[in-house]
């Protein structure tokens, strides 16, 4: 069955400080993997697109890593900033049999920065 | 930029009416999609389309119907709102060249009472 999960589910931490959200997956045959931030109340916005050969992307104070061979990705921010409060979905297209564009979403994982 | 737009922010409705949230893009996307999101549930596909006329059912498509009579415009049908129906909907289009680089709108927060 082809499956994102993610961990933690919540998590706080104080501003300037630097947090890693993970994500495992089970989607075969696998296409790209990409990290979508959530703000309250709106639409997911991409923050990083990998495919199997990447072993590493960054946007900005945000950097993706992805070991396709453990199906496995992180995703790290540095130097956390109020506006990093969101929810942080990790989202894996493919799967065999799939037609357009399926994509399988993590439940997200829910950011707090405190000042 | 990649512009997605949907009718309503919130929208409240009463328990059996018909509702419709539209969605329109304007970057000439073949591919539209309409997913529901619950708190602890992540995003789940409804229905979605890759042409004008053309629906396939995802993963949730009990309760909806789509309609799609113009390239630009996906329109989600809730024949008979129930409260379980109550929820944030997500519309996102993407290119038929690159189907999994989807672009989402604001979504539409829809209460049924």
């Known amino acids: 069955k082809n499956q994102v999960e993610q961990s933690p589910q919540s998590l706080i931490i104080l501003e300037g400080k630097n947090c890693t959200l993970q994500c495992n997956y089970t989607v075969s045959p696998f296409s790209n993997l990409r990290w979508y931030k959530q703000d309250t109340g709106r639409g997911p916005v991409s923050l990083t697109i990998?495919?199997?050969?990447?072993n590493t992307k960054s946007n900005g104070r945000y950097t993706a890593t992805l070991d396709a061979d453990t199906k496995q990705s992180s995703l790290h921010i540095t130097a956390s900033q109020l506006s990093d409060s969101a929810s942080y979905i990790c989202?894996?297209?493919?799967?065999?049999?799939?037609?357009?564009?399926?994509?399988?979403f993590g439940r997200g994982t829910q950011l707090t920065v405190w000042p | 930029d990649v512009k997605v737009t949907q009718s309503s922010r919130y929208l409240v409705k009463r328990t059996g009416e018909k509702v419709f949230l539209e969605c329109v893009q304007d970057?000439?996307?073949?591919?539209m999609f309409w997913y529901r999101q619950d708190p602890g549930l992540g995003l789940r596909l409804i229905y979605f389309s890759y042409d004008v006329k053309m629906k396939e059912k995802g993963d949730i498509p009990e309760g909806y119907s789509v309609s799609r009579e113009k390239k630009e415009r996906f329109s989600l049908i809730l024949e008979s709102a129930s409260t379980n129906q109550t929820s944030m909907y997500l519309c996102a289009s993407s290119y038929y060249g690159a189907p999994y680089e989807q672009y989402f709108g604001p979504g539409t927060r829809l209460t049924v009472t």
């Open positions: 989202v894996v297209s493919g799967g065999r049999g799939s037609t357009l564009g399926r994509l399988y």
């Open positions: 990998m495919t199997f050969s990447e």
């Open positions: 970057m000439d996307h073949e591919n």
